[in-house]
């Protein structure tokens, strides 16, 4: 059985250039806020997997899409968390809803995490509205996904939504 893990609140302050998560605070090299939401990019010291982030804040869909760039071969293209997102002023927020899918881009997708979801709502983290939000939403995007045949910009085109990265070699 999953440990419960109360919910990871993160702030992205666009003043001070910080992403604030439950493990720390780290500075971020790029925020570009955009029609949808809010790009961020920034290292990853001393991760034994991951070197460097990209991410997109978009608070209509509830999403944040998610690119990590390895030490090693890409274990998937994107991971997308369920996340209310919101701003105030420079200061993004994110509450994560504990659901997450990875996107392998035109092969597959898969929810991954419900067990940290149903820990979280038996532990009293999360009421169960919150834990239904999350599955329907979850749902949601993997079904869109598989109707576009796992293309994540084909789908986010379908919402009216278009992202842009920072090339690997950028992103170093």
Request: hydrophobic fraction near 40%.
């Amino acid at each position: 059985m999953q440990a419960a893990e109360p919910v990871k609140i993160e702030r992205h302050d666009l003043r001070t250039r910080e992403h604030h998560t439950n493990t720390g605070v780290r500075p971020v090299s790029v925020y570009r806020e955009h029609a949808h939401g809010l790009f961020v990019a920034r290292e990853f010291v001393a991760h034994p997997r991951i070197r460097h982030w990209q991410a997109h804040l978009l608070p209509d869909l509830g999403l944040v899409v998610c690119r990590y760039d390895f030490h090693g071969p890409r274990e998937h293209d994107y991971y997308l968390d369920i996340a209310t997102v919101t701003c105030e002023g420079e200061v993004w927020s994110v509450h994560d809803h504990y659901l997450d899918l990875l996107v392998h881009d035109g092969i597959a997708a898969e929810i991954v995490d419900t067990d940290e979801l149903l820990a979280a709502h038996r532990a009293g983290y999360i009421t169960a509205e919150t834990c239904m939000n999350a599955v329907i939403a979850a749902h949601g995007v993997l079904s869109g996904l598989a109707r576009a045949r796992y293309d994540l910009h084909a789908w986010l085109g379908t919402r009216g939504v278009a992202l842009e990265w920072l090339p690997d070699s950028v992103a170093v």
